[in-house]
């Protein structure tokens, strides 16, 4: 049976609905904390290197649509050897921490919501509560088809923009002048603890496959998702800091989005952003938990996308829903946001360089210009390298969870690979192998 192709805006929709999932909701407080008054413009800094990043993606997915999507690339530029195993790994567990982070945010926006202020009980219950119930529900064969994710992403949205309109006319024009910046360094380390609510858009790579005219599509999709993403948030941006003092984004910094909407929505405003939170990081969980997430776990302990995953009920997705859910649970109810915020960025900016690096590598098959590439991977590289250095000088215990993400994932590759003599395939897409092989074929 053929697979029904999809189009343009549920490519799109893919993507924004990837971005705007819990990460503006969890960190926004972080960034405004940091960046003060110039909170927006460090959305900005982060969302242009997404955007640049978003060229690698789009190059990339067009000449090898896989379901492996990033780490599909990584091996095409550097084999299937230890580092492209490594880099999946570290994927895995960074969208390990995504989930902590969104499950962390369904917490903290529950537990406002609930008692009218953050217990510590109630928001550690909610936080492994509702992962729990999104496994159970995935082991069910539960899943969000196309149609309702789209009402979903719309909803999401809707509510953001709706936020930012209101908030625009209540806000202090005097919060956001420049005699409120701090020094650049914290405004770019703002901007880089924030990166994370930028991941998502390489969704749209693992649906290359079943893209419609992915040539054209494919890059519309990535570049609109990111420009249009960066646009909602820098306007969330505006809102928050223009709405609250500095002692009230302090106090609510783990639900900062609903504290903001109360200057010009009142108790309703702030009940109306806790559900579209609760409402945007539950999607988010249930979408990351059986999708991308579980690819990187095949991929992790077969070296391949088994062409068994593409039946409608198999053993692996129970096993690695439940392993993805327990470590998930730790992370989230072990961690504070902080840490597990530095490290998750961390992640995905070493991940998305080594993307950009392979769209180099592999120009002369994507027909990639290289520049464009270059400025992307040395600018991750850079601002991984400008979080850790900041981190370092005030706050070197926020690193600690960034330490094990790398480290563990380094040592647990090692022993994994020596231990099971299982090695990456060459194709981690069985579709993509036959693709290639008749393109061969053709050629000959």
Known sequence: MLRKKIGFWEALSIGIGGMIGGGIFAVLGL???????????????????????????????????????????????????????????????????????????????????????????????????????????????????????????????????????????????????????????????????????????????????????PEKNLPHAFYCSVGIVIFIYVLVALVAVGNLNPEEVVKAQDYVLAEAAKPFLGKKGFVLISIAALVSTASAINATLYGTARISYLIAKYGEIPKFFAKPIWKGAYEGLIILAILTIFTATTFNLENISVAGSLGFLIVFGCVNLANIILARQTKANKLLPGIGALGCFISAAVLISYNLKTCPQSLYSSFLLFAGTFIFEIIYRITSKRKLSHFLDWKLKERELRKKASEI
């Open 31 to 213: 960034t405004v904390v940091l960046a003060h008054g110039a909170a927006p413009i460090a959305f900005i800094i982060a969302g242009s290197l997404a955007l640049i990043t978003a060229y690698s993606y789009a190059k990339l997915s067009v000449r090898y649509p896989s379901e492996g999507g990033t780490i599909e690339f990584i091996v095409r530029a550097f084999g299937p050897g230890m580092f492209s195993a490594w880099v999946n790994t570290l994927l895995l567990a960074s969208y390990i921490i995504m989930l902590s982070l969104y499950a962390y945010a369904f917490g903290s926006y529950g537990a406002v919501l609930i008692a009218g202020e953050e217990i510590l009980w109630l928001k550690k219950a909610l936080t492994a509560g509702v992962l729990i119930a999104f496994t159970l529900l995935n082991l069910l064969g539960a899943y969000v088809v196309g149609k309702v994710e789209d009402l979903m992403v719309a909803f999401k949205v809707f509510i953001l923009l709706f936020f930012s309109i209101l908030g625009i006319i209540t806000m202090d024009l005097n919060k956001l002048s420049p005699a409120h910046y701090p020094h650049l360094l914290r405004i770019l380390t703002g901007g880089l603890i924030i990166f994370l609510a930028y991941e998502g858009f390489e969704l749209i790579a693992n649906t290359a496959h079943d893209v419609k005219n």
